[in-house]
T-cell receptor, first 114, second 112 residues
Framework: AQSVAQPEDQVNVAEGNPLTVKCTYS??????LFWYVQYPNRGLQFLLK??????LVKGSYGFEAEFNKSQTSFHLKKPSALVSDSALYFC????????????FGPGTRLSVLP | GAGVSQSPSNKVTEKGKDVELRCDPI?????LYWYRQSLGQGLEFLIY????????KSGLPSDRFSAERTGGSVSTLTIQRTQQEDSAVYLC??????????FGEGSRLTVL
């Protein structure tokens, strides 16, 4: 069965510093990996995805993520955090051997301090 | 429409009443999902529709919950005899496989 772990409930970072939000996954087939962001009282917004190809994926708002097959990780990164990046971040995986079911991680709350 | 549309955005009901939540997916998207989210927590999968295939209902928490998708487009999630523990935000998403999910803004349900 697919699973996603986000080991940190909360990440705090100072504005202007680099940020990392961690995600590890488990699938039996080849993973399709996704990051979403949720602002208060809003739905989830798509940030970026890895399907195939380059391990480093660039997405919206200056975010990027690196697919690491050996470590089964897909950490979200940004070189310089903004206060407006403060939100709830979800990692998700879909196993291409098991149809269309997306599995979401529990979420990581990012706080960027001015 | 341009995005996934959900209605109502807020619903307050009394315990024991039935509620219907509507989702209008992005035109052309064949896959439609319902999730439940409690107070800024994680997402709980409820049900998944793909084209004309039988829906995956494995996430529905009880037989009080049901959903249908008419004509491969609009979906309605029905909760019968609502309980206070049903209070949550119900999120709908659609996709064109194998692409990403596009989410609506959610329907916030409060059961008094």
């Amino acid at each position: 069965a697919q699973s996603v772990a986000q080991p940190e409930d909360q990440v705090n970072v100072a504005e202007g510093n680099p940020l990392t939000v961690k995600c590890t996954y488990s699938v039996s087939g080849n993973p399709y990996l996704f990051w979403y962001v949720q602002y208060p009282n809003r739905g989830l917004q798509f940030l970026l995805k890895y399907i195939t190809g380059d391990n480093l994926v660039k997405g919206s708002y200056g975010f990027e993520a690196e697919f690491n097959k050996s470590q089964t990780s897909f950490h979200l990164k940004k070189p310089s955090a903004l206060v407006s990046d403060s939100a709830l971040y979800f990692c998700a995986v879909r196993d291409n051997n098991y149809g269309q079911n997306f599995v979401f991680g529990p979420g990581t709350r990012l706080s960027v301090l001015p | 429409g341009a995005g996934v549309s959900q209605s109502p955005s807020n619903k307050v009901t009394e315990k024991g009443k039935d509620v219907e939540l509507r989702c209008d997916p992005i035109s052309g998207h064949t896959a439609l999902y319902w999730y439940r989210q409690s107070l800024g927590q994680g997402l709980e999968f409820l049900i998944y529709f793909q084209g004309n295939s039988a829906p995956d209902k494995s996430g529905l928490p009880s037989d009080r919950f049901s959903a249908e998708r008419t004509g491969g487009s609009v979906s309605t999630l029905t909760i019968q005899r609502t309980q206070q523990e049903d209070s949550a935000v119900y999120l709908c998403a659609s996709s064109l496989p194998p692409g990403e999910l596009f989410f609506g803004e959610g329907s916030r349900l409060t059961v008094l």
